[in-house]
């Protein structure tokens, strides 16, 4: 697999899964939650309520870990793992960018006070388990 087709499928992964694991550091311990992901190029978005703890863990560190796109069977079945920089956003551009009627299970909507949008801006993705690859390949990001 060539560098264009390994960013594609990367790209490819990043697109068409969407719930995937956020993990923060609680203080000295990981924490791991299922969240669902938009993607825009490389980098990931969520949304969530400023009140969670995962907000508050973030700002406390803000590196997190996700992993995304694995499918049942696990062999030869790629998925993403990725580190990266969080930041909490409240812009209204994101948020409208980024709302959906079926958050309104925890938000009241887009113009909640506690509605953020949480930018993921990727460190390192490492595309595992794919059948054209031998072994875990790395794309960094400087």
Known sequence: M???AVNDEILR???????GTLSTMKGDQPFARYM???????TLYTISSKKT???QDMLKND???ILIGFEGGGFGKP???MTAVATIHDEKELKDR???????????GPDDPNYIVIRCKPKSIRLINH???DGPYTLSFT
Not at 36 to 42: A, L, Q, S, T, V
């Open 2 to 4: 060539d560098q264009q």
């Open 13 to 19: 992964i990043l697109t068409k899964h969407r719930i």
């Open 36 to 42: 669902i992901f938009r993607n825009e190029e490389y």
């Open 53 to 55: 703890e995962k907000v």
């Open 63 to 65: 590196k997190v870990h």
């Open 79 to 81: 998925y993403i793992d």
């Open 98 to 108: 980024f709302w959906h009627d079926n958050f309104r299970k925890y938000l009241e």
């Open 131 to 133: 059948p054209a690859l």
